[in-house]
């Protein structure tokens, strides 16, 4: 088991800027891939970026322009800038990490916990 533990969420304005980070209690083997996902009430959990191994971003639509993924692989941390923030970015956010735990073991799938990010109008 690998513990993810998220930091950051909380409430702010339309229009302004939280940023989430999702750390790793101990040392990993091997990380190849990172993301941010987010749930609000009522609706499915959706993508909302991810970074490879290599670096590589991808964002969802809505959040391009004013999101930004980044990784801190010395800290085994994962963090998501958010500006311009807008009401409908209401939600709980989760960590996601896809990783290779220990030498030796199978590529596995681990959830932070959620922190809940609230933007009013």
């Known amino acids: 088991q690998v513990p993810l533990v998220e930091s950051g969420g909380g409430l702010v304005q339309a229009g302004g800027s939280l940023r989430l980070s999702c750390a790793a209690s101990?040392?990993?083997?091997?990380?190849?891939?990172m993301g941010w996902y987010r749930q609000a009430p009522g609706e499915q959990r959706e993508l909302v970026a991810t970074?490879?191994?290599?670096?590589?971003?991808t964002y969802a639509d809505s959040v391009k322009g004013r999101f930004t993924i980044t990784r801190d692989n010395a800290k085994n941390t994962v963090s998501l800038q958010m500006n311009s923030l807008k009401p409908e970015d209401t939600a709980v956010y989760y960590c996601?990490?896809?990783?290779?735990?220990?030498?030796?073991?199978?590529?596995?799938?681990?959830w932070g916990q959620g922190t809940q990010v609230t933007v009013s109008s």
């Open positions: 970074i490879n191994s290599g670096a590589y971003t």
């Open positions: 101990g040392s990993i083997f091997s990380i190849n891939a």
């Open positions: 996601n990490w896809n990783v290779v735990p220990y030498r030796g073991y199978t590529r596995r799938e681990y």
